[in-house]
């Protein structure tokens, strides 16, 4: 066995390199440099680190914020839709309303009459039910100027009155919970003609 150590020894010379596994023949790295190198990456991946955490952070506010808008977009939505779920059903009554009305007219000339008695009762729960539902007369007046917003001009006549003038109130108009639901029709006056001058 002493033999075979005398051996190998004889075939590596002293201070020559070991085989390429061992380090011990290569010259070492300066303790400095290693370190700087370990800093300068640790630093390049904290720095990216943080730029990503921004990054997310920037985005979940975003997000939240986009959610919140969301959120009271749909409870605006779903108040408008509660408050006027009911306008189809209104505005088809109405015509009902306009000729119970002129009904109401026409037995107005006997009110000491059961028709005309029982037709009041009638009146008046429909308007107790057209007041619940949010549903109110626009209170429109005969020599009041005319807004488009509220109003309808059916037609327009020569009148002595100011141009824009009401002069007759054709068909009542509503409001449904301060929105317009039908609009006053009505009757304007328009601007006198001159009288041609005879040729």
């Not at 590596?12 to 023949?25: S, V």
């Not at 015509?95 to 009904?103: R, T």
């Amino acid at each position: 066995m002493s033999e075979n150590v005398k051996d190998l020894e004889k075939e590596q010379p002293e201070g020559a390199p070991c085989e390429d596994a061992c380090d011990c023949g290569k010259p070492d790295k300066p303790e400095q440099e290693y370190a700087d190198a370990v800093d300068e990456s640790a630093e390049g991946e904290a720095a990216a680190a943080v730029d990503e955490l921004q990054k997310w952070r920037d985005m979940a506010m975003r997000t939240a914020a986009e959610y919140d808008n969301y959120r009271k977009r749909c409870v605006k939505d779903r108040e408008e839709f509660t408050r006027y779920a009911t306008r189809g059903l209104l505005e088809e009554l109405l015509p009902v309303v306009d000729n119970f009305e002129m009904g109401m007219m026409m037995a107005g000339q006997d009110t000491s009459s059961m028709i005309y008695i029982g037709m009041s009762m009638v009146q008046k729960q429909l308007g107790d039910f057209m007041a619940a539902q949010g549903v109110e007369p626009i209170p429109t007046e005969v020599g009041q100027m005319f807004d488009h917003n509220i109003h309808e001009a059916i037609q327009s006549e020569p009148s002595d009155k100011p141009e824009g003038t009401i002069i007759r109130i054709l068909r009542r108009g509503y409001n449904l919970k301060g929105r317009l639901l039908r609009p006053v029709n009505v009757v304007v006056a328009a601007a006198p003609q001159e009288e041609k001058s005879a040729e």
